[in-house]
């Protein structure tokens, strides 16, 4: 929102503020005059091997006369486990319920759950286009700003920043807390203050772990997802054990039932594609990713069929053991399959529930960070939002922001309210995406495409998008609707002054200074020197 103060390396000096970056000969950086020179951590040997491991997880330190930036330590692992951790979260443990109740019958929502995948899938395919055109972090506000200029990017910036991440990461941590206190919790609903006080220790859990180590972050996802693929592959096969003793009732008659109307498609696909929400968090770290022209689109052509399988396989595994109204009924659908299937070992559903939904966190933020930082090096938000942490070349500061605004989310909102909006908002920007995508096919002809895919796909999901976001409106109109708009375009109010106009309140030199200060972090623009 405001200009850099400390934009580059001359300015970072200026003014009476010497803060040179010093380079240690083990590479680490520290800040001279204010955080002081290398203590003995950073030099001292460790016999024990643990030292080594530090350094694993942290990477390697910024190289002398090098400028501070985030570095490629995303693999085709990687990206395939961010994508997946990242989509299976808590909805197709809660979801498949909603999704018939909207539809009125098991033949329509399982079309509709496949066509989620397709969308998401074809969705990927034409991001995975923009990602390789330009490698920037931040997705979508990237491809606005090469498309459309820097008043839409910094509109969608503007709500993804306060609205879209933070929702998703407090709806999935709420949901994280939901089935942990569960666990301990057997005759009664969880009380609501100690979900929320779980929820808020999973964010500061998971912003501990995205500041100290991209490397880190990384880990932990590679290791949740590989457990919530565990336990899918528990549900999938208990569902094939029920089904081999005869039990195709549920799945018999898949489309009696009245057929759904036409917003009530359009909901019900909100509902299933919040459990496929996810599928372009990879292209928010694009500028981390090792040779992102291959292992971007690699990633999506993996990761989501992979997703799309999976789920339609869990919903056959359900109708195996209860019947669609029992579905319907249940609050939480895999612990009542887990308590038909499992017996004894019924607490693994809760339990890989919260693997779950703790891993799809973990992935939110770690994405989420990306985009303030991305956003905030133009100037479309708060400069200090930009900067990384000098030793261990993580954006903490943006990081800290969503997690900060999601844990407000956390103590006043609700799961259901903060689904509806982020649904209807989420896609009005998904299909602007498109647009900039087809825009750029006639505006930039020659600009590099390491990936293309056939203009038919972009335009079959900005079609789609405009269905998702038109249908509940005419269908059942809400103020609710009204309200998303209305913060959509109140974002021009602080563009014009701010960003257009590049207006910047004296105090915030100050406010910039005090953050990097405290957090450690320094411009990407700023150099790494020796003493």
């Keep these: 929102m405001y200009q850099h103060a400390l934009p580059n390396a001359d300015k970072f000096f200026a003014s009476g503020h010497n803060v040179p970056i010093k380079a240690a000969a083990n590479g680490s950086t520290g800040i001279n005059g204010y955080f002081g020179t290398e203590g003995p951590e950073a ?22 006369n090098d400028a501070i930036h985030l570095q490629r ?3 085709l692992l990687s990206g395939v486990a961010l994508i997946v951790g990242t989509m ?29 995948g397709l969308l998401s899938l074809l969705g990927a395919l034409a991001y995975a286009e923009l990602g390789t055109m330009n490698t920037s972090s931040g997705a979508e506000w990237a491809y606005f700003m090469d498309a459309f200029g820097p008043a839409p990017a910094f509109l969608f910036s503007w709500v993804s920043t306060l609205v879209l991440k933070p929702s998703q ?19 009664c609903d969880p009380p609501t203050s100690v979900v ?14 995205n500041c100290y180590s991209v490397n880190l972050g990384m880990a932990v996802q590679n290791i949740f997802t590989a457990a919530k693929l565990v336990a899918v592959l528990i549900v999938i096969c208990g569902g094939a054990f029920k089904l081999f003793q005869g039990n195709t009732q549920h799945l018999q008659n898949a489309f009696n039932g009245p057929p759904p109307t036409f ?54 595994s359900y109708l195996a053991a209860m019947s669609p109204t029992e579905m319907i009924e ?38 989420a960070g990306r985009l303030c930082f991305a956003a905030s090096r133009e100037g479309h938000l708060l400069d200090i939002l930009s900067y990384v942490h000098v030793r261990r070349l993580t954006p903490a500061p943006g990081l800290i922001f969503h997690s900060l605004i999601a844990s407000a989310m956390v103590l006043y909102g609700t799961i259901d309210s903060l689904i509806d909006f982020f649904s209807f908002t989420a896609w009005i920007f998904y299909g602007g995406a498109m647009l900039a995508l087809i825009v750029m096919r006639y505006t930039k002809p020659n600009y590099p495409r390491p990936y293309k895919v056939p203009l038919i796909i972009p335009v079959l999901v900005l079609v789609v998008s405009a269905y998702l976001v038109v249908a509940p409106i005419i269908d059942k109109p809400q103020i609710e609707y009204l309200y998303a708009l209305g913060f959509i375009f109140a974002g021009l109010i602080f563009y014009v002054p701010f960003v257009k106009l590049g207006m910047t309140p004296r105090f915030m030199h100050k406010v910039t200074l005090f953050f990097q200060l405290l957090l450690e972090v320094v411009p990407t623009s700023t150099m790494a020197m020796f003493e």
């Design 196 to 209: 929320k006080m779980v929820a808020l220790v999973a964010i500061v859990m998971i912003l501990f772990v």
């Design 330 to 367: 249940s609050e939480a659908v895999a612990v009542t399959f887990g308590n038909r299937i499992l017996g004894v070992m019924a607490w693994l559903m809760p339990l890989s529930v919260t693997i779950s939904t703790f891993g799809s966190a973990n992935g939110t933020l770690f994405a």
């Design 88 to 116: 299976i979260g808590s909805g197709i443990f809660v979801s498949p319920s909603g999704l018939l109740v909207r539809t009125g019958s098991v033949g329509v929502s399982f079309i509709i759950w496949l066509a989620c």
């Design 73 to 75: 330590r995303v693999g």
């Design 43 to 64: 030099t001292e040997t460790d016999s024990s091997g643990t030292g080594g491991m530090r350094k694993s997880l942290e990477g390697k330190g910024t190289a002398p």
């Design 169 to 187: 990461m407090a709806i999935i941590c709420l949901s994280f807390a939901q089935y942990a206190v569960e666990a301990f919790v057997s005759e």
């Design 263 to 316: 917003g009530a498609i359009a909901t019900a696909f909100y509902t299933g594609l919040w459990a496929y929400d996810g599928w372009n968090n990879l292209n928010y770290v694009t500028e981390e990713i090792k040779n992102p022209s291959k292992n971007l689109p690699r990633s999506i052509i993996i990761g989501i069929p992979l997703v799309t399988l999976a789920y339609a396989l869990i919903n056959i």
